[in-house]
């Protein structure tokens, strides 16, 4: 690990362990409880997407006729990485993005689907992400955590942006949450086989993979400019602490159904 991603961990730490340990996890105890939590957490994984998307129409060249496009790295890192999140293999071996491999875990789950497919309906309508947000009568702390990734992708900073995708990804997600769901497994065969491949792959791509090449982007974006590193920092933070108040809206909603 360099200097920069080392000072950037520790700046970051406080806001990490919080989300690792947070209440939201034990409150996770029935199917019905688990449902819930990815009706919510479905639009992360959404906007996780964006995000990704959002770097790449920045540092890669998708326009005709094509032309190169800034630092040959970058260029690399990014691609493998919409390799992995857009164009992934279900257990079967269909290709399909995360968000669309969440979607069948969800259905397979019994989680309602209606108020994330009905935002992408709007969006395909040509709706903006506000008032999509609004026609699809997401939760309030759902549409806050959205809100919030999408200014970070106005602003238009690649090494921002880069740091939110980076270090907001989907390794927040603890061991105890795999336990968990093994056990609800357990108890209802058939219904979480493939949330577990999701984790699973996530663990392997996000842990191993894209955790490293996401770290190495932020750190080639940033150049050694001390204010981009300043920057990338409080986006890092920024994003967890937008992960945390996510967390803290669904566990009301679990407590309060």
């Known amino acids: 690990m360099t200097p920069f991603q080392k000072t950037t961990s520790a700046e970051i730490e406080t806001a990490r362990a919080a989300l690792l340990g947070h209440s939201l996890y034990a409150r996770l105890r029935t199917l019905e409880d688990l449902a819930q939590f990815m009706e919510c957490h479905v639009f992360a994984v959404w906007d996780f997407m964006s995000l990704l998307k959002a770097l790449q129409q920045r540092l890669t060249c998708v326009q005709v006729p094509w032309v190169p496009v800034g630092d040959n790295q970058v260029r690399r890192l990014v691609n493998e990485i919409v390799l992995g999140e857009e164009s992934d293999r279900t257990p079967d071996g269909t290709p399909s993005s995360h968000y669309e491999l969440y979607l069948q875990a969800m259905q397979e789950a019994g989680a309602d689907t209606t108020a994330v497919q009905g935002l992408i309906r709007q969006l395909q309508q040509g709706t903006s992400v506000t008032e999509a947000l609004a026609a699809s009568g997401v939760p309030e702390c759902v549409a806050e955590f959205v809100s919030h990734t999408f200014e970070v992708i106005a602003g238009g900073k690649p090494h921002v942006i880069a740091a939110a995708f980076t270090y907001g990804r989907e390794d927040l997600i603890p061991a105890m949450f795999h336990e968990l769901v093994a056990r609800l497994e357990a ?14 792959r996530h663990i392997q791509l996000d842990g191993d993979e894209h955790g490293e090449m996401g770290r190495a982007m932020v750190e080639l974006l940033c150049e050694g400019n001390p204010q981009r590193e300043s920057e990338a920092r409080q986006a890092a933070l920024d994003a967890l602490n937008a992960r945390l108040h996510l967390w803290d809206g669904i566990a009301e909603r679990i407590v309060s159904r």
């Open 187 to 200: 108890e209802f065969p058939g219904r979480l086989k493939i949330l577990r491949y999701y984790l699973d």
